[in-house]
């Protein structure tokens, strides 16, 4: 009694572990899954963080056709022999020095270096804004997709599940049996293999609905466990009727990949063209304010006169007498910090040519890469064209097949139910061994994984179909 009473207590803990556990798992629809995504992916927040880069070089390739004005500011303390800067005589005392100055720096003509370098960063903000949208789209395509498998992963999990109870359903009858010494013993001991058989399928299923799951998680950059659902889904199976060449066509209009890489093309020309702007001479206007201060600098006013001795003298009588002379004095008074900034006051203007004569080869070469550089975005554009033009034909062709195969596997499923009601009435009469009965169950379960593979196989291709012509990929009515 007391062995029954623990193990109803375990099987009461693991059941409630099971709906705890089923507890924290999330419902998500189609939407949500997308929406989240779309704030929460990393990738996509990287491509969001380029596209800002590339907005922030336009801005600046803009800005830099402006004027640059710049002032300067500086105050310091020398000590020893030095200049003085308001009489430019050598002194050697401690003196405060301060400079002040404006200055502007204007480009008149460089060989429209600046214009065609705005142009070059506006096309690659353009095509930065496309790549965006060419992201999400293949966010949102991949987060369908791995929506779908979660979906399979999950019908498949069902149909193992309930092939398990049925063949555990078949066992309490053959144990029935074999308890009463009637029938094969032998087709018990299969019996029991075929329930280890089935238990692996389900855990095998169990760990590709996780994996299948964790996919999804990973693009919505999630880290709690989800739970898909299916309302409003639309997962009718219908023949799709363009063609790969069709299909390709639409999506030479539609698919932003393309236009962003023809922008790519674009913007490498116009690198071409600021290349060539380093063999024109360069005509910048320039000007300037500039003052200064010192703690040197002195006013001297007369304050009278007085006699003093020259240090000469002449001779009278036999007498030296010294000469005498008037001299003026002056009383010194430093100049304020305002008065010498106005005094000092001085401007400058100017033009500004540069001509380049000789620089190493230096423009040639750059002029040169840039082209290598249109070169290679023109091959990448050729690149996505046959790359994507193959990879709708491969999905295509893949789509067809699996449409004729799901045509055939429910034909088969039709074929092996019959069969497997036939047999199992048969079996349970005694009429049939168990190894037709279970070849007949075999048949009929691995047929309704297969159907169930087939069909979301098919709504896999056909949105990816859907994705390459430009069209919405949801599954949502």
Known sequence: MTHKLVILILILVMSWSGVAQNDTEKSYSLD????????????????????????????????????SINGDFSLG???????????NAYINQEL??????????????????????????????????????????????????????????????????ARLETTKQQLEIQKRFYENESGNPADYADILGQVASDETSVLMSESSL?????????????????????????????NYNLSADAVFKEALQNLATFKAK????????????????????????????????????????????????????????????????????????????KDQLDNNLNTVVGVQVFVPLFNG???????????????ESILELERTHVDIKNAIAQVHFDMEAVYN?????????????????????????????????????NNLDNAKVNLANAKYEYLLRVKVLDYYRGVDVSIIE
């Open 96 to 161: 405060t020095f301060s400079n002040l100055g404006l200055s502007l720096d204007m480009t008149i003509f460089n060989g429209f270096r600046l214009l065609n370098s705005a142009k070059q960063s506006r096309l690659n903000k353009k095509a930065s804004d496309l790549e965006i949208d060419a992201a999400k789209q293949d966010l949102i395509l991949n987060v369908t997709l791995a929506y779908l498998q979660v979906l399979n992963a999950r019908d498949v999990l069902e149909l193992t599940k």
């Open 405 to 441: 195969r799901h045509l055939s596997l429910v034909k088969q499923v039709e074929a092996y139910e019959e069969s497997y009601r036939i047999n199992d009435i048969r079996f349970k009469n005694g009429v049939s061994n168990f190894l037709n009965y279970i070849t007949s169950k």
């Open 361 to 375: 080869f230096r423009a040639k070469n750059n002029v040169a890469l840039e082209k290598i550089k249109v070169e």
């Open 210 to 238: 996780n994996n299948a799951k964790l996919s999804l998680m990973r693009l919505m950059n999630l880290h709690d466990n989800i739970y898909v659902v299916t309302d409003g889904l639309i997962l009718d199976f219908e």
């Open 32 to 67: 949500e899954c997308i929406a989240i995504a779309i704030e929460h992916n990393l990738d996509l927040k990287s491509t969001n963080l380029q596209a800002n880069s590339a907005k922030v070089n336009y801005q600046q390739s803009k800005a830099n056709i402006l004027p």
């Open 262 to 337: 023809e922008l790519r093309v674009e913007a490498a020309k116009k690198g071409v063209s600021v290349a060539k702007s380093q063999f024109t001479p360069e005509i910048s206007l320039f000007g300037g304010v500039n003052t200064n201060y010192s703690s040197a600098a002195e006013l001297f006013t007369s304050s009278g006169a007085s006699i003093v001795e020259t240090g000469d003298f002449v001779t009278v009588d036999g007498l030296d007498l010294p000469i005498m002379t008037e001299q003026t004095n002056f009383d010194s008074k430093g100049i304020d910090y």
């Open 77 to 87: 303390v020398n000590d020893g022999r030095s200049i003085n800067p308001f009489t």
